[in-house]
Each structure stands twice: as C-alpha cells, then as structure tokens.
C-alpha cells in the first residue's frame, strides 16, 4: 500500500496520468508502445504498482547479467535470448499455457529507435497462447499512460496491425513522433 502512494504520488509530481483500463483477464500481453527510451521502463513499473497488477517483461539476457540480474528479476524480468535458434514465442507460449495468471508487457518495436514496422513476435505469442493484447501508448507529450480495450488476434496479420497500429495514432514518444 505504501508502496502504490508513493509510486501515485510520483505519477502525480510528473503530472503523468492514466487513461482507461487494464482489464481483469487473468492472461494478455500488453503491447508498449511507442518505446524510445529508457524512461519508458520506470513509467511502466509505475504503472504497474499503481494498478497494483503484478506484469511481467522480456528483456535481452544481456540486462540479466551478474550485476543486474537479480533486480530485473525481483521486478518481473525474464530474459531472452534473441540471438539464439531457440524458439523465443514458443517458449513465452509455454509459460502461457502453464500459469493461471500471467501478464506479459512487451515493446511491439523490439527496440528503442524508430522503426517503420514493428516484430511480430508479440502477435504470435498472443495468437498460439489464444490470449488478447492489451494495447497501451505512452504519449509523452500529454504526458498519459492511454490504456485501449483488450484486441483478440484473428489470424490476418496485415488487417489486426492496422487495427493495432490505430491505437498509437497521433502519439507522441519521448524522441520522436510516432506517426
């Protein structure tokens, strides 16, 4: 409890809102984006204690090394290895199916420069784990964590990224616009 009204209360010092909902589905992958810096990992564990919703992160196993490891596991890490021929969304399906409750936030970009399309590793994972994704923009010119309604992969890429791409429209990231 302290520990959300104090992260509120950070929030509120930046002058940081959320708008919208994260929903009570036990399983989704909430889809961050835009990701252009580094300040988009303290909103989102921000967010998280806020909504007080347990939301677990893949990150590059390079983050998890001896020095680092232990913290971005406390707060949810699991690492990647994206260089790797291990089947990285077949694995994340995994961990899907084997727990009741499971959130997993993740940046569509699979990076923090500007991109013109985003992986669709995310998509994937959604669409075999037969889980919804959440998307969530950051906009940092109005300064909103903008939380849209919950998007059932249907199968047809194309068609379900315009959809998807549609939630970001008009955002500001923290580097650039994301238009």
Request: charged share 25%; aromatic share 16%; proline share 4%.
């Amino acid at each position: 409890m302290i520990k959300r009204n104090i992260c509120k209360i950070i929030f509120k010092i930046f002058r940081w809102k959320i708008l919208g909902k994260f929903s009570k589905v036990p399983k989704y992958i909430i889809a961050v984006a835009p990701h252009t810096s580094f300040y988009d990992f303290f909103i989102g564990i921000l967010v998280r204690n806020i909504i007080n919703e347990k939301i677990n992160f893949v990150g590059k196993r390079e983050l998890f090394g001896s020095l680092t490891g232990w913290f971005f596991r406390i707060l949810g890490g699991v690492p990647v290895d994206r260089n790797s021929k291990n089947d990285t969304v077949s694995s994340i399906v995994d961990i899907f199916n084997k727990r009741k409750k499971f959130k997993l936030a993740i940046a569509p970009e699979g990076t923090r420069k500007k991109v013109k399309m985003w992986k669709t590793g995310f998509y994937y994972i959604a669409l075999k784990a037969k889980v919804p994704i959440l998307p969530v923009a950051f906009d940092y010119k109005n300064k909103n964590v903008i939380v849209h309604s919950l998007f059932y992969p249907t199968g047809n890429i194309k068609e379900d990224f315009k959809k998807l791409y549609n939630n970001y429209k008009n955002v500001l990231s923290y580097r650039f616009d994301y238009n």
